[in-house]
């Protein structure tokens, strides 16, 4: 097994050498790679309020791993702005969210490009009365809850805005003991085990919730993505599947549905959900082209992936999947599978 060294001493053996001039100087490129080796791959950008910038400064951003996990959590500053640094070369997912504004969900890939990431302005737009995303409806069993279980909710959701993790889960518990079909409380247990990165017990509350209220549809989602990352394919899509039925408006559940089919191999039917979280328009992030152009690479439709890289390139063009959506564009093009002009399919084997 190879023995591991601190980062410290590589970068004393990588000045060694570069004194000797036997490594050359390091590009800017090249150098922010180093940071990210050192120092953490680091995440930054903006959010703001489609009505303008008023109380911007409570939004809140989260950081989650592939397991749900959460790694970094912020206010925004009072100019809407925030920043995580320190962090692995992984895939994340950020989630941006403000009281009366529809949830913003961007995945972000810290795996290329030196780990370091600037993310575009992000607008959360208000929720309207005909809840565009049908994500954020209130469940049925909120009526029903005694009184002594919707004090403790409110105060783990108290806690939770705090960041006390460890007081927010006791009074989830204490509400779900007093009323075990409190399907928010539910959810906000399972979210709670998730940012204390204990993701594994997520798992019975998120399905209580939608054994108790199966028409409240935010667990539906937190269950497909935990089964997603834990490559539970079958299981994601026939949670994902029971939300979108619930929630048809919803471009989040029939992205995480893509995803689930992609992992089954059943690209036709990831295209189609796909290209149906992309028919919602405005609001759609632009990472579901480049899941979409993925699967078609994996189907050797080298144009139509062509397209949606393209596609992808024109919505973010600073985007967390830019440099590598660039790459495999050249790559393409000068393996003569596409032509940059028409972007046409060339017959031929993949060049992967």
Known sequence: MAREHPAGAYLALLLALLMLGLVPPASAQQRQSLNALFFGGEVQ???????????VAKAVVRLEDPQGRVVGEETVSVNGQFCFSGLAQMQYTLIASAAGHETYVQPLDLTNGGGMRAVNIIVLRPVKNEATTAISGAPRTDASAPKKARKELERGVRASEERNLSEARAHFEKAVNIYPCYARAQVGLALTMMRERDAQHAEAPLKKA?????DFVEPYLHLGRLFNSEQRYVESRTVLADGVRRAPSSWVLYYHLGEADEGLKNYALAEQELLRALSFGHGVSAAVHEKLADVYLRQNAYDKAYAEM??????????????????????LESSGRVHSSQGELVAG????
């Not at 939608?210 to 199966?214: A, K, L, R, S, V």
């Not at 596609?311 to 660039?326: C, E, F, M, N, T």
Request: aromatic share 8%; net charge neutral; hydrophobic share 30%.
């Open 210 to 214: 939608i054994e108790c209220d199966p």
């Open 310 to 331: 393209r596609a992808y390139l024109q919505a973010d063009p600073d985007g967390p999947y830019a440099a590598r959506i660039k790459a495999v564009m050249r790559q």
């Open 349 to 352: 084997p993949p060049p992967f």
């Open 45 to 55: 950008g903006t959010v703001r309020l489609e009505e303008g910038k008023k109380d």
